[in-house]
């Protein structure tokens, strides 16, 4: 019995095959040495992606260190003004090494490290630093070259200091011009007993809205686009859809959510970019453009220029100018008396007023000229135009296309009396700087036979040139343009119908908003339409002595990566 049980718990063997023995061997032997082979590539793959990835580190790394780098001198410079004048040869007394050697990055321990070197050499003609800065990181170095600049006006298609008319354009209705610059030359958004007159609204103790008593503000209305860069010290005003295709900002902290007041029940203006209006620190302007006329000084080559001036821009690169009050103009080859010449040396004009000291070399008693009827030496204005003129301002009246880089700036007002233009457009080097102590206006003259506008008529024909039989229609203005006291403005803008656009492609920048027309819920009713598209060069490129704002802080400019350079520190 136990053996038969035995028996079955244990069942016999079955039989083999010959050769099943080898051929298992042989299959675990192939297995072990592909898992083998596929162990070894891994490590192997592992180890050479670690020398990769290390690479990668220290590139992107020094990248990071360079611009580290541009952070650390702008800091620096922000700091101290002075701190453009040290160098490897000059070097400063903070300890900073990044002159003459390496210096590591903030922020703890880390192996990366930047060197720059400041290229100040055109400080004085354009306001530039042009900063090399080096990064590394173990054995790899890349390196970024960036054009410093203080924050400028030139970094605005449209800058304005206050979004309210010139208290100067005020004629007693519902102000003064001196009660509007008492009530009107404030901020919208100043403060109790701080802020301009606005209507519906308790700005001063004895405030009174009734009778149209407060301050006018300028709107941007759906037919206005600005195709650059804008910002205002002030709080602007928007009715419909006006285009703001460039990065917008304000001093203005905002209310209720936006940043723009709303002169329409619903309007909706279009911002290119998410977010805009941003929040800005303001510019300040500066007192006058008396350091560009520094420029006209003798041997500094400049040009200066007495009492009303006429400039016609030639596109040869010359200027035929008429100054008839001018009798030195401190350096040589400044043409006069209707002659032409080269532009001048250093690229400056400045139009003075007729000085009152009689030893002055350009004094003249009085305004001893009668031209077409009027007592002004360019016969100004025009028969029957209502705009007036002073005899002995430092007025300029300019025109024409210019080739080469110039800067006008006057005592008093610019007047562009026809189309401004660059021989090259904006894509050569010419350039121009338009810089009033007063008004940029453009032409607009008007006859009216009676005190109501529908009684008055257009002309721009100006004095002594063949009768164009047209109305300055879309005028062009290529210039950097700063008004340091009022405004750009269109003369007589409320009078007449609509004459197109203004076309600007390049700077407007003025203390207050200029008006350049007239509208009717956001449609246009006289004056122009703005059309203003910045000139991208400005970004790196400036008029000849153009002026800067107060105390602006320094920022980047430009950016490029650019090939390491040699003889770096080791």
């Known amino acids: 019995m136990m053996r038969r049980l035995t028996r079955h718990l244990f069942p016999a063997r079955f039989p083999r095959h010959r050769g099943e023995d080898g051929f298992a061997l042989a299959a675990v032997m192939v297995s072990s040495t592909v898992l083998t082979l596929l162990a070894v590539a891994i490590v192997a793959y592992g180890v050479g992606s670690q020398s990769i990835s290390r690479h990668d580190q220290d590139w992107n790394g020094s990248l990071s260190a360079a611009e580290a780098g541009i952070d650390d001198y702008l800091f620096r410079l922000n700091e101290n003004g002075n ?15 990044a002159f003459s050697s390496w210096e590591y990055v903030s922020g703890g321990n880390t192996s990366s490290q930047f060197h720059y070197s400041a290229d100040t050499s055109t400080m004085a003609v354009d306001g530039r630093i042009r900063l090399t800065s080096t990064g590394r990181v173990n054995n790899t170095r890349r390196t970024v070259s960036v054009t410093l600049r203080r924050r400028s006006f030139l970094d605005y298609l449209y800058f304005t200091d206050y979004e309210t008319v010139d208290p100067a354009l005020y004629t007693g209705t519902p102000f003064t011009a001196a009660q509007a610059q008492t009530y009107c030359a404030k901020y919208y958004y100043g403060g109790f007993g701080n802020q301009r007159d606005e209507a519906s609204t308790s700005d ?5 809205d009734s009778n149209g008593q407060y301050c006018s503000d300028i709107t941007f209305i759906s037919a206005d686009t ?10 602007f005003m928007v009715c419909g859809t006006p285009h703001f295709n460039g990065a917008t900002s304000t001093a203005w902290t905002g209310a209720n959510g936006q940043r723009w007041r709303d002169n329409c029940p619903t309007s909706h203006p279009v911002f290119a970019n998410a977010g805009d209006p941003r929040l800005l620190a303001p510019l300040t302007m500066p007192p006058s453009n008396s350091s560009i006329k520094a420029e006209t000084a003798a041997g500094k080559g400049g040009c200066l220029y007495t009492g009303p001036t006429r400039i016609i821009l030639n596109s040869n690169g010359t200027m035929t100018v008429k100054s008839p009050f001018s009798k030195q103009t401190n350096n040589t080859n400044c043409p006069l008396n209707g002659t032409s010449g080269p532009l001048p040396s250093n690229g400056v004009i400045f139009v ?9 070399p350009n004094y003249t008693s009085g305004c001893p000229y009668s031209v077409n009827g009027r007592a002004h030496p360019l016969g100004m204005p025009i028969a029957n135009d209502i705009t007036t003129y002073g005899c002995r301002n430092g007025d300029a009246f300019i025109e024409g296309t210019l080739k080469g880089q110039l ?28 810089v009033a102590n007063n008004f940029v206006e453009i032409y607009h003259p008007v006859s009216c036979t009676s005190g109501q506008t529908s009684s008055c008529n257009l002309n721009a024909n100006f004095p002594g040139e063949t009768a164009r039989n047209a109305t300055f229609n879309d005028p062009y203005l290529y210039a950097a343009a700063l008004s340091v006291n009022h405004s750009i403005r269109v003369q007589n803008w409320a009078i007449g119908s609509p004459l197109g656009g203004f076309h600007v492609r390049g700077v407007l920048a003025q203390r207050y908003r200029g008006p350049v027309g007239t509208n009717s819920s956001g449609v246009i009713t006289s004056g122009y339409t703005k059309d203003y598209v910045y ?16 105390a602006s802080q320094w920022g980047q400019n430009t950016w490029a990566e650019v090939k390491t350079p040699s003889g770096l520190p080791s």
């Open 83 to 97: 701190y453009w004048q040290y160098s490897a040869t000059n070097l400063p007394t903070d300890g900073n090494l």
């Open 204 to 208: 001063f103790t004895g405030d009174d």
């Open 226 to 235: 600005i195709n650059g860069p804008m910002h205002t010290n002030d709080a």
């Open 352 to 360: 003075q007023n007729v000085p009152s000291t009689t030893g002055d």
């Open 407 to 434: 800067t006008v700036a006057t005592d008093n007002t610019i007047v562009e009396t026809w189309q401004l233009q660059y021989a090259n457009g904006v894509n050569g080097s010419d350039l121009l700087g338009l």
């Open 535 to 550: 000139d991208q060069r400005l970004h790196y490129l400036a008029p000849p002595k153009f002026l800067d704002p107060v």
